[in-house]
């Protein structure tokens, strides 16, 4: 087999603010490895984690020998960096993270001028439990993937899907989980703490806009 490779050239980074690192490395990794020199954009809710780990891949490139260009940094808002980023025709492909609303305006926006792009949008996922299910294994399983990272991340758990004959003991045992939540809020660097604060006031806003929204509907929640 023989492969011959086609870099694009530049590849455009947008990433988000609750996964700083992770979701950079996976992109700007792949791109590197096909030929391409990578723009990131960061959130700029959390400028500072892209600017120390830039310093790092700026000094690990210099020390192998590489340009420091290959992986390249700018701080600026979504309206300035962003907007110029999507619109810029010298970056074919753009890798868009965030939320649904944002992925479908940066793909109009990119498609508009013949680029593509790599999206990983927002999710609305679900665990379906079964009369088989190990509660053991899955109550603890629910409420991390509720309330991990303060539910800030598009792999969080929004739906439940539980078989009529185990919904009342399922239900039991997650008020009782949640219950025991209490004493697990508070600074993440500490020992013992799953919940932590929230990236900002706006985020708040949202959160308890829908917990209100959600006692006024169907769910008729059981814990606050």
């Not at 600026?76 to 609303?101: K, V, Y």
């Not at 603890?140 to 758990?157: A, N, W």
């Amino acid at each position: 087999m023989y492969d011959q490779y086609h870099p694009l050239g530049l590849v455009g980074l947008i990433t988000a603010f609750n996964f700083p690192v992770a979701v950079w490395s996976w992109n700007a990794m792949i791109a590197a490895i096909c030929g391409n020199v990578s723009l990131w954009k960061p959130s700029p809710k959390t400028p500072l984690c892209s600017i120390a780990l830039q310093r790092i891949v700026g000094r690990v490139l210099k020390e192998n020998g590489m340009p420091e260009g290959v992986m390249n940094l700018v701080i600026g808002s979504n309206d300035e960096i962003g907007e110029t980023l999507i619109a810029d025709r010298r970056f074919p492909l753009i890798s868009a993270t965030g939320s649904t609303r944002m992925g479908r305006y940066v793909a109009e926006r990119v498609a508009s001028r013949l680029g593509k792009t790599i999206l990983e949008l927002g999710g609305n996922n679900a665990i379906i439990v079964t009369p088989s299910a190990d509660l053991q294994i899955a109550i603890p399983g629910i409420v991390f993937g509720s309330v991990g990272t303060c539910g800030q991340r598009c792999t969080t758990t929004r739906r439940l899907i539980i078989h009529e004959s185990i919904y009342d003991q399922v239900k039991t045992q997650l008020v009782r989980a949640y219950q025991q939540l209490d004493s697990r809020i508070g600074n993440p660097l500490s020992e013992g703490i799953l919940i932590g604060p929230m990236i900002d006031a706006e985020a708040v806003r949202l959160s308890r806009t829908l917990w209100n929204r959600s006692k006024a509907g169907w769910n008729h929640p059981d814990r606050g």
